[in-house]
C-alpha cells in the first residue's frame, strides 16, 4: 500500500462515489487544496480531499473501499490530511458526515449548523434534513 498524491481527480472522484458519497455540484464554489490517493496492486482503492469553502478547511472526502477497510489506512490517510492544514495554518477543520462516530473518534465534535459557516452543498440539496440527516462536525486545529 501507498498513499500518493491524487493527480487525476476525477478518476479519484470515481472512488468516492462506488463508495456512497456525493457527487459534486456543478456550481460547486469550493477550492480544491489538495488530494491523496491509496494505492494497492497499482489499484486506487480509497482516498481523500481537503477544499477551502471562502476560507472554510473542509475534509471534502475521505473513502476506502470495503475490501480494504479495516486495516488502519484511513488513520494514515487523515494523519495526511490534517498535517497540510495545519501547513497552511488551517485553525479549525469541517466535515459534513454520516458517520460522526468515526470522526468522533479523531477528534470532531458535533457543531450545530448554525455556528458553521456555509461550506456545504448539502445544505442546499432537497434531501438535506428530509431524508438525509448528516452531521456537521468541527475539529480545531492545534500545532
Ligand atoms: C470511513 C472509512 C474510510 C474508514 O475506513 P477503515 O479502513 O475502516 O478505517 P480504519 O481501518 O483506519 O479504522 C480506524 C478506526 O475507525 C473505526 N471505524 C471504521 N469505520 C467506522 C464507522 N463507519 N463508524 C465508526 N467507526 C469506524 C474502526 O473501528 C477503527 O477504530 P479503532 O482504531 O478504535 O479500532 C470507510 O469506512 C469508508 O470509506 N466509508 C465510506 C465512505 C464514508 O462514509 N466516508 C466518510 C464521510 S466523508
Redesign the pocket.
Known amino acids: 500500500m501507498e498513499i500518493k498524491e491524487n493527480r487525476n481527480y476525477e478518476k479519484l472522484m470515481k472512488v468516492f462515489l462506488r463508495?456512497?458519497?456525493e457527487e459534486p455540484s456543478p456550481d460547486d464554489t469550493s477550492t480544491l487544496l489538495k488530494a491523496w490517493e491509496i494505492i494497492e496492486d497499482e489499484q486506487v482503492v480509497?482516498g481523500s480531499s481537503v477544499t477551502n469553502h471562502n476560507g472554510a478547511y473542509v475534509?471534502?472526502?475521505?473513502?476506502?473501499?470495503?475490501p480494504?477497510?479495516?486495516?488502519?489506512?484511513?488513520?494514515?490517510?487523515f494523519e495526511l490530511a490534517i498535517a497540510y492544514l495545519k501547513e497552511q495554518s488551517a485553525s479549525i477543520v469541517y466535515?459534513?458526515?454520516?458517520?460522526p462516530?468515526?470522526?468522533k473518534?479523531v477528534g470532531f465534535e458535533k457543531i450545530d449548523r448554525k455556528d458553521a459557516p456555509d461550506f456545504s452543498e448539502c445544505f442546499d440539496c432537497q434531501q438535506y434534513m428530509e431524508n438525509c440527516f448528516p452531521e456537521v462536525m468541527a475539529k480545531p486545529l492545534t500545532i
Do not use: C, H, M, P
Open positions: 463508495n456512497g458519497l480509497g475534509l471534502e472526502y475521505f473513502a476506502i473501499d470495503e480494504f477497510r479495516d486495516k488502519g489506512w484511513s488513520r494514515q490517510l466535515i459534513v458526515t454520516k458517520i462516530s468515526y470522526f473518534k
